[in-house]
């Protein structure tokens, strides 16, 4: 089969591999219709996670129809349409009863290096390097899903791919991030730093969840764009002191939550691009130090986007001054799938706004490069694994 | 039938021939040896876990190394494992010191093994009896002199890792009824070819 493979920074490849196998009971095989390139995605492209290996397969944003199901395999048949959620989680330990999925214990082969780094591991990631699991992710033809039965939610209507696809991450990450707000219905206010593929879930989220004002801050001009579209007031990051605005605009309250949808890789401080590039940072944090000093006092700062590792200059204090709840982490994916698929089905949202790109599996190399460069109005790329 | 060892105390002696285990005997000295100690919470009942880690040739299918395991009798069995330098076998038996069912077992290396070791697993229940939290303690004696104390240090670590990987193992084929694995999934060159 073709899939897309990591050989370095900013390297990409379409090789030709061996099929998956089944290998565990409660794996199935499923064979790719669509998939896609996610913003974390541009992380590993410039090289910023450590543990990726040459050869290893990207991709945690796919869906397809089961080929083949292992032997402890008893919800899916051979035939089912379904979208897989980026999250590999066992439903058996402490966390995934209390619907902690991003938080599994044994998903993860090896945990070794990110006990090491933060102490504990969470659930292992499809094709998000090693210390994350390791495993072959769904930019391919075919993939295989471990726990097969936990994970994959049946789509039975003839809904089409483009609207159910980013139940895989980014719409109900987008989700969780607005859910993490405390949103009081027609009152609460909510700052969103990042305009990507997340920050415009989050936004939509935030309105679907009786958000009474959105404001939505980037500064590239087709992503403040499409935040307008949904009914967001935007902030232009290259022209407004984001900070004295957003407390005009509250009435000198500051929002009630802020999210952080753009994580390690902000743009606009040139001490975190350096230490970052030296390698004496794991990220940039520059939009998580803005909101967390704009939230309001007793307010929520909400992190859907990805941090590695550590960060510099963080005004924690800000945070403690005013009392800030923080909320973050990976998606709990599998708890968002059956509710946000009732709100596509109910047409209370077509998530298939956000694609700009469609692009043949053969030409994800270059996609990847466009997307990363925010070039020709990129703001989300679906991948096409038949051409 | 071990024989019977004139140093151990009597009453350990006896407590032991009455409970149906080996005598216990000091085999890692408190200040020599490499000690590990690891826990996790598996959320099964001590019974399920206990009665796993009584047969002890299913420890074959957690721990990562190469090892072969065999029972010669209730409270014997024969080690086997691949080790530097090289890939030489080294092999002991271990006895069952202590058994007390659903709560704890205990073993030590039969006397003149090569590598001296004992160890004990607890199984206790977990706050809210939500699982249970399982404590391994590892205790291993190098072969001595200056290479020896050096291969300690560096096989400390190792001993660590072995025993955080073999209880994370058990921990997910208990409550997933499988171990997480990527050995033989897709992957692109160089990696395909080196796998070959």
Same mark, same amino acid.
């Given at each position: 089969?073709?899939?897309?493979?990591?050989?370095?920074?900013?390297?990409?490849?379409?090789?030709?591999?061996?099929?998956?196998?089944?290998?565990?009971?409660?794996?199935?095989?499923?064979?790719?219709?669509?998939?896609?390139?996610?913003?974390?995605?541009?992380?590993?492209?410039?090289?910023?996670?450590?543990?990726?290996?040459?050869?290893?397969?990207?991709?945690?944003?796919?869906?397809?129809?089961?080929?083949?199901?292992?032997?402890?395999?008893?919800?899916?048949?051979?035939?089912?349409?379904?979208?897989?959620?980026?999250?590999?989680?066992?439903?058996?330990?402490?966390?995934?009863?209390?619907?902690?999925?991003?938080?599994?214990?044994?998903?993860?082969?090896?945990?070794?290096?990110?006990?090491?780094?933060?102490?504990?591991?969470?659930?292992?990631?499809?094709?998000?390097?090693?210390?994350?699991?390791?495993?072959?992710?769904?930019?391919?033809?075919?993939?295989?899903?471990?726990?097969?039965?936990?994970?994959?939610?049946?789509?039975?209507?003839?809904?089409?791919?483009?609207?159910?696809?980013?139940?895989?991450?980014?719409?109900?990450?987008?989700?969780?991030?607005?859910?993490?707000?405390?949103?009081?219905?027609?009152?609460?206010?909510?700052?969103?730093?990042?305009?990507?593929?997340?920050?415009?879930?989050?936004?939509?989220?935030?309105?679907?969840?009786?958000?009474?004002?959105?404001?939505?801050?980037?500064?590239?001009?087709?992503?403040?764009?499409?935040?307008?579209?949904?009914?967001?007031?935007?902030?232009?990051?290259?022209?407004?002191?984001?900070?004295?605005?957003?407390?005009?605009?509250?009435?000198?309250?500051?929002?009630?939550?802020?999210?952080?949808?753009?994580?390690?890789?902000?743009?606009?401080?040139?001490?975190?691009?350096?230490?970052?590039?030296?390698?004496?940072?794991?990220?940039?944090?520059?939009?998580?130090?803005?909101?967390?000093?704009?939230?309001?006092?007793?307010?929520?700062?909400?992190?859907?986007?990805?941090?590695?590792?550590?960060?510099?200059?963080?005004?924690?204090?800000?945070?403690?001054?005013?009392?800030?709840?923080?909320?973050?982490?990976?998606?709990?994916?599998?708890?968002?799938?059956?509710?946000?698929?009732?709100?596509?089905?109910?047409?209370?949202?077509?998530?298939?706004?956000?694609?700009?790109?469609?692009?043949?599996?053969?030409?994800?190399?270059?996609?990847?490069?466009?997307?990363?460069?925010?070039?020709?109005?990129?703001?989300?790329?679906?991948?096409?694994?038949?051409? | 039938?071990?024989?019977?060892?004139?140093?151990?105390?009597?009453?350990?002696?006896?407590?032991?021939?009455?409970?149906?285990?080996?005598?216990?005997?000091?085999?890692?000295?408190?200040?020599?040896?490499?000690?590990?100690?690891?826990?996790?919470?598996?959320?099964?009942?001590?019974?399920?876990?206990?009665?796993? +880690? &009584?047969?002890? !040739?299913?420890?074959?299918?957690?721990?990562?190394?190469? =090892?072969?395991?065999?029972?010669?009798?209730? $409270? *014997?069995?024969?080690?086997?494992?691949?080790?530097?330098?090289?890939?030489?076998?080294?092999?002991?038996?271990?006895?069952?010191?202590?058994?007390?069912?659903?709560?704890?077992?205990? +073993? &030590?290396?039969? !006397?003149?093994?090569?590598?001296?070791?004992?160890?004990? =697993?607890?199984?206790?229940?977990?706050?809210? $009896? *939500?699982?249970?939290?399982?404590?391994?303690?590892?205790?291993?004696?190098?072969?001595?002199?200056?290479?020896?104390?050096?291969?300690?240090?560096?096989?400390?670590?190792?001993?660590?890792?072995?025993?955080?990987?073999?209880?994370?193992?058990?921990?997910?084929?208990?409550?997933?009824?499988?171990?997480?694995?990527?050995?033989?999934?897709?992957?692109?060159?160089?990696?395909?070819?080196?796998?070959?």
């Amino acid at each position: 089969m073709k899939a897309v493979c990591w050989m370095g920074k900013k390297k990409m490849e379409v090789q030709t591999v061996d099929d998956p196998k089944i290998l565990n009971p409660r794996d199935c095989i499923i064979r790719v219709t669509s998939t896609a390139i996610c913003g974390s995605d541009l992380h590993l492209y410039n090289g910023y996670v450590p543990t990726m290996e040459k050869g290893d397969i990207l991709g945690h944003e796919f869906m397809g129809e089961v080929v083949e199901i292992g032997p402890m395999v008893k919800k899916l048949k051979v035939g089912d349409r379904v979208v897989v959620p980026f999250t590999i989680s066992c439903g058996g330990c402490f966390h995934c009863s209390r619907q902690e999925w991003s938080c599994c214990d044994n998903t993860n082969p090896d945990t070794g290096i990110i006990e090491a780094l933060n102490g504990f591991s969470g659930a292992a990631l499809f094709g998000y390097s090693h210390m994350l699991g390791g495993y072959a992710g769904g930019q391919a033809q075919y993939v295989r899903v471990p726990f097969a039965d936990v994970g994959p939610i049946k789509i039975k209507s003839n809904i089409s791919d483009d609207k159910v696809l980013f139940l895989s991450d980014i719409f109900p990450t987008g989700y969780m991030a607005a859910e993490n707000c405390n949103i009081e219905p027609g009152r609460s206010t909510v700052a969103v730093w990042g305009c990507g593929p997340v920050g415009q879930f989050a936004i939509r989220s935030a309105f679907l969840l009786g958000a009474a004002k959105v404001f939505a801050i980037d500064s590239v001009p087709e992503r403040l764009r499409m935040a307008e579209e949904a009914g967001a007031h935007v902030l232009n990051d290259k022209d407004d002191d984001i900070h004295e605005r957003l407390k005009i605009l509250t009435g000198g309250r500051g929002p009630d939550a802020a999210i952080d949808a753009v994580g390690m890789e902000a743009h606009g401080s040139a001490y975190d691009m350096v230490k970052q590039t030296l390698k004496l940072e794991n990220d940039r944090p520059y939009a998580l130090r803005q909101a967390m000093r704009a939230v309001r006092k007793g307010g929520v700062l909400s992190v859907p986007g990805v941090y590695s590792g550590f960060i510099d200059k963080v005004p924690f204090g800000a945070a403690f001054g005013k009392g800030v709840t923080i909320k973050q982490g990976q998606t709990h994916t599998q708890r968002y799938l059956r509710p946000l698929l009732d709100l596509i089905e109910d047409g209370k949202i077509d998530p298939s706004f956000v694609i700009t790109h469609r692009v043949p599996l053969s030409k994800a190399p270059e996609a990847y490069k466009t997307f990363s460069e925010k070039k020709d109005g990129c703001i989300k790329v679906v991948l096409d694994p038949t051409a | 039938m071990p024989s019977p060892d004139p140093h151990s105390p009597r009453a350990s002696a006896t407590l032991a021939a009455r409970k149906g285990v080996a005598p216990s005997k000091i085999v890692v000295p408190g200040n020599q040896g490499v000690k590990v100690t690891r826990a996790v919470t598996i959320l099964k009942p001590a019974r399920v876990l206990y009665a796993f +880690w &009584r047969n002890l !040739e299913n420890l074959a299918q957690v721990i990562k190394h190469p =090892v072969s395991i065999t029972n010669r009798s209730k $409270n *014997e069995s024969h080690w086997s494992v691949s080790a530097p330098p090289g890939d030489r076998r080294v092999e002991w038996d271990a006895l069952i010191i202590n058994d007390e069912p659903n709560k704890l077992i205990a +073993w &030590r290396s039969r !006397e003149g093994s090569e590598i001296a070791n004992a160890g004990t =697993v607890r199984f206790d229940p977990a706050p809210g $009896n *939500e699982g249970t939290e399982v404590t391994v303690t590892l205790e291993y004696l190098p072969p001595g002199g200056k290479l020896g104390a050096l291969l300690a240090k560096f096989s400390g670590e190792e001993a660590e890792q072995q025993v955080r990987l073999t209880l994370t193992r058990f921990k997910a084929l208990m409550e997933a009824g499988e171990i997480p694995t990527i050995e033989g999934q897709s992957v692109g060159e160089p990696q395909r070819k080196n796998n070959q």
